[in-house]
Protein backbone atom coordinates (compact mmCIF):
# COMPACT_ATOMS: atom_id res chain seq x y z
CA UNK A 1 0.00 0.00 0.00
CA UNK A 2 1.03 3.43 -0.69
CA UNK A 3 -0.64 6.86 1.29
CA UNK A 4 -0.13 9.99 -0.59
CA UNK A 5 -0.91 13.61 0.72
CA UNK A 6 -1.00 16.58 -1.11
CA UNK A 7 -0.22 20.12 0.05
CA UNK A 8 0.05 23.60 -1.01
CA UNK A 9 -3.23 24.83 -2.38
CA UNK A 10 -4.97 27.63 -1.65
CA UNK A 11 -6.38 30.42 -3.20
CA UNK A 12 -4.33 32.88 -5.59
CA UNK A 13 -5.12 35.65 -8.34
CA UNK A 14 -5.35 35.54 -11.81
CA UNK A 15 -1.42 35.49 -13.05
CA UNK A 16 -0.24 33.89 -9.86
CA UNK A 17 1.53 30.51 -8.60
CA UNK A 18 1.38 27.74 -6.47
CA UNK A 19 3.60 24.58 -6.14
CA UNK A 20 1.60 21.47 -5.62
CA UNK A 21 3.61 18.37 -3.37
CA UNK A 22 2.38 14.77 -3.06
CA UNK A 23 4.71 13.14 -0.15
CA UNK A 24 4.63 9.26 -0.70
CA UNK A 25 4.48 6.85 2.32
CA UNK A 26 4.04 3.44 2.63
CA UNK A 27 5.49 1.06 -0.10
CA UNK A 28 7.29 3.71 -1.64
CA UNK A 29 10.52 1.09 -2.59
CA UNK A 30 8.45 -0.09 -5.58
CA UNK A 31 8.46 2.45 -9.05
CA UNK A 32 5.85 4.56 -9.81
CA UNK A 33 4.41 6.77 -12.63
CA UNK A 34 3.03 9.60 -10.56
CA UNK A 35 -0.11 11.66 -11.63
CA UNK A 36 -1.79 14.91 -11.24
CA UNK A 37 -5.63 14.87 -12.00
CA UNK A 38 -8.35 17.64 -10.66
CA UNK A 39 -11.91 18.03 -10.88
CA UNK A 40 -14.16 21.35 -10.57
CA UNK A 41 -17.59 21.49 -8.86
CA UNK A 42 -19.94 19.71 -11.47
CA UNK A 43 -17.28 17.91 -13.80
CA UNK A 44 -15.62 14.98 -14.11
CA UNK A 45 -12.24 14.56 -12.67
CA UNK A 46 -9.74 15.25 -15.97
CA UNK A 47 -6.00 14.70 -16.45
CA UNK A 48 -3.29 17.20 -15.92
CA UNK A 49 0.00 16.13 -15.49
CA UNK A 50 2.07 12.73 -15.18
CA UNK A 51 5.65 11.75 -14.70
CA UNK A 52 6.91 8.70 -14.88
CA UNK A 53 9.33 7.08 -12.23
CA UNK A 54 12.46 8.04 -14.19
CA UNK A 55 11.30 11.20 -15.38
CA UNK A 56 12.09 9.85 -18.65
CA UNK A 57 8.92 10.76 -19.72
CA UNK A 58 6.32 13.28 -18.91
CA UNK A 59 2.98 14.19 -20.27
CA UNK A 60 0.76 17.56 -20.04
CA UNK A 61 -2.71 18.12 -20.45
CA UNK A 62 -2.88 20.49 -23.25
CA UNK A 63 -4.99 22.80 -21.63
CA UNK A 64 -1.47 23.61 -18.65
CA UNK A 65 1.31 22.91 -21.62
CA UNK A 66 3.68 25.72 -21.26
CA UNK A 67 2.49 26.87 -17.43
CA UNK A 68 2.79 23.61 -15.27
CA UNK A 69 5.73 21.64 -14.62
CA UNK A 70 5.58 18.58 -13.30
CA UNK A 71 8.51 16.76 -11.33
CA UNK A 72 9.32 14.23 -9.08
CA UNK A 73 12.53 13.93 -6.32
CA UNK A 74 12.50 10.20 -5.42
CA UNK A 75 15.09 10.24 -2.83
CA UNK A 76 12.51 12.45 -1.06
CA UNK A 77 9.36 10.16 -2.43
CA UNK A 78 7.92 13.44 -3.39
CA UNK A 79 6.12 14.51 -6.60
CA UNK A 80 5.63 18.20 -7.43
CA UNK A 81 3.09 20.65 -9.62
CA UNK A 82 4.44 24.06 -10.41
CA UNK A 83 1.60 25.83 -11.82
CA UNK A 84 2.44 29.73 -13.04
CA UNK A 85 0.20 31.81 -14.78
CA UNK A 86 -2.73 30.51 -13.33
CA UNK A 87 -6.04 30.98 -14.64
CA UNK A 88 -9.79 30.54 -12.87
CA UNK A 89 -10.30 28.10 -14.83
CA UNK A 90 -7.97 26.40 -13.25
CA UNK A 91 -9.90 26.51 -9.84
CA UNK A 92 -10.76 22.91 -8.83
CA UNK A 93 -9.33 20.07 -6.15
CA UNK A 94 -5.66 18.54 -7.50
CA UNK A 95 -5.14 15.22 -7.09
CA UNK A 96 -2.00 13.29 -7.02
CA UNK A 97 -2.11 9.41 -8.09
CA UNK A 98 0.50 6.67 -8.20
CA UNK A 99 0.06 3.89 -11.04
CA UNK A 100 2.44 0.63 -9.90
CA UNK A 101 3.76 0.54 -13.47
CA UNK A 102 6.84 2.36 -13.64
CA UNK A 103 6.92 3.43 -17.24
CA UNK A 104 3.16 3.93 -17.79
CA UNK A 105 2.76 5.63 -21.68
CA UNK A 106 0.26 8.00 -23.43
CA UNK A 107 -2.80 7.87 -23.97
CA UNK A 108 -3.20 5.24 -20.75
CA UNK A 109 -1.51 7.36 -18.72
CA UNK A 110 -4.53 10.07 -18.92
CA UNK A 111 -6.82 7.51 -17.45
CA UNK A 112 -7.66 7.75 -13.78
CA UNK A 113 -8.49 4.22 -14.01
CA UNK A 114 -5.33 3.20 -14.66
CA UNK A 115 -3.99 4.70 -10.99
CA UNK A 116 -3.65 2.80 -8.03
CA UNK A 117 -3.49 5.15 -5.28
CA UNK A 118 -4.79 8.31 -4.69
CA UNK A 119 -4.15 11.60 -2.22
CA UNK A 120 -7.37 13.07 -0.83
CA UNK A 121 -6.85 16.48 -2.67
CA UNK A 122 -5.98 19.85 -2.61
CA UNK A 123 -8.53 22.68 -3.16
CA UNK A 124 -6.61 25.23 -5.58
CA UNK A 125 -8.62 29.10 -6.08
CA UNK A 126 -7.97 31.13 -8.76
CA UNK A 127 -9.89 34.43 -8.05
CA UNK A 128 -10.23 36.61 -11.20
Known amino acids: QVQLVESGGGLVQAGGSLRLSCAAS????????MGWFRQAPGKEREFVAA????????YYADSVKGRFTISRDNTKNTAYLQMNTLKPEDTAVYYC?????????????????????WGQGTQVTVSS
Open 97 to 117: AADRNSGTLWPVVTYSSRYDY
Open 26 to 33: GRTGSMYT
Open 51 to 58: ITWSAGRI
